[in-house]
């Protein structure tokens, strides 16, 4: 077993920390000069707005700890290379990672779903405001339940690659009690799912009102709908 004051970040870790925070930066960026346009320029702060702003801090949370769980918890080695301690210290760090994600996907969808709705106006046929309301609901709801999915996840007291074995457990709160990892596994599925349909949605929800702008040539509304129609990715 490796002791704890060997362990040290490999080539893998230093170049997925450094990807990580890149992304966290450009993602800042763009999100920056966004608030500030509608600030500064457009003098308005809009409940979309808002939103995006609280799915930028929750990402800054998930950015730092997957950070920590590099740094201190050995996240992206192998857990027989791991000291026990480290190994817990890891399933900390990840488990909470995981749990901002979802948080942090709502908003951001929510973002989205809230300037689509500003953007459409009440002038909009109101069986597409129905359908964006009802993505609304399904995002909160399955974002919820993801959060909660991932926080009470349970895994073994000892790293699985060890002789010795141990029965799952809560790690974030100890007095919790376990869900089988069929249940995470599924709700994982699930939560994949719903998500792909929302960005698929959100895509394409514009695409009737776009090509209804009879006074722009075919061209731009063509363009405009294939460069929408990328964001599913």
């Given amino acids: 077993m490796p002791s704890i004051t060997t362990y040290e970040?490999?080539?893998?870790?230093?170049?997925?920390?450094?990807a990580i925070i890149a992304s966290f930066s450009v993602t800042g960026t763009f999100v920056a000069i966004r608030c500030c346009v509608r600030l500064r320029l457009q003098a308005r702060f809009?409940?979309?707005d808002y939103l995006l702003a609280i799915a930028l801090a929750i990402y800054a949370l998930q950015t730092s700890?997957?950070?920590?769980?590099?740094?201190?918890?050995?996240f992206n080695r192998k857990t027989?290379?791991?000291?026990?301690?480290?190994?817990?210290?890891?399933?900390?760090?990840?488990?909470?990672?995981?749990?901002?994600?979802?948080?942090?996907?709502?908003f951001a969808k929510l973002s989205i779903a809230f300037l689509q709705l500003r953007v459409l106006g009440l002038s909009n046929a109101p069986t597409v405001r129905r359908l964006h309301y009802v993505?609304?609901?399904?995002?909160?709801?399955?974002?919820?339940?993801?959060?909660?999915?991932?926080?009470?996840?349970?895994?073994?007291?000892t790293a699985?690659?060890?002789?010795?074995?141990?029965?799952?457990?809560?790690?974030?709160?100890?007095t919790a009690s376990c869900s089988p990892r069929i249940v995470i596994l599924v709700s994982s599925y699930i939560?994949?799912?719903i998500n792909i349909l929302l960005?698929?949605?959100?895509?394409?929800?514009?695409?009737?009102?776009?090509?209804?702008?009879?006074?722009?040539?075919?061209?731009?509304?063509?363009?405009?709908?294939l460069f929408l129609s990328l964001g599913f990715l």
């Fill in 160 to 174: 699985p690659s060890t002789s010795s074995s141990s029965s799952p457990h809560p790690i974030l709160i100890p």
């Fill in 191 to 193: 939560f994949s799912a």
């Fill in 9 to 18: 970040l490999n080539a893998s870790q230093h170049l997925l920390r450094a």
């Fill in 65 to 74: 700890f997957i950070v920590c769980a590099i740094d201190y918890g050995g």
């Fill in 199 to 225: 960005d698929w949605y959100y895509s394409l929800a514009m695409v009737p009102s776009i090509w209804n702008l009879y006074n722009t040539s075919v061209l731009v509304r063509v363009s405009t709908i």
């Fill in 46 to 48: 809009s409940f979309d």
């Fill in 80 to 106: 027989a290379e791991l000291p026990h301690h480290v190994y817990l210290v890891g399933l900390k760090w990840t488990i909470l990672t995981q749990c901002a994600y979802p948080l942090a996907l709502m």
């Fill in 135 to 157: 993505s609304i609901a399904a995002c909160i709801i399955v974002s919820i339940y993801g959060f909660f999915t991932a926080f009470f996840q349970c895994y073994p007291d």
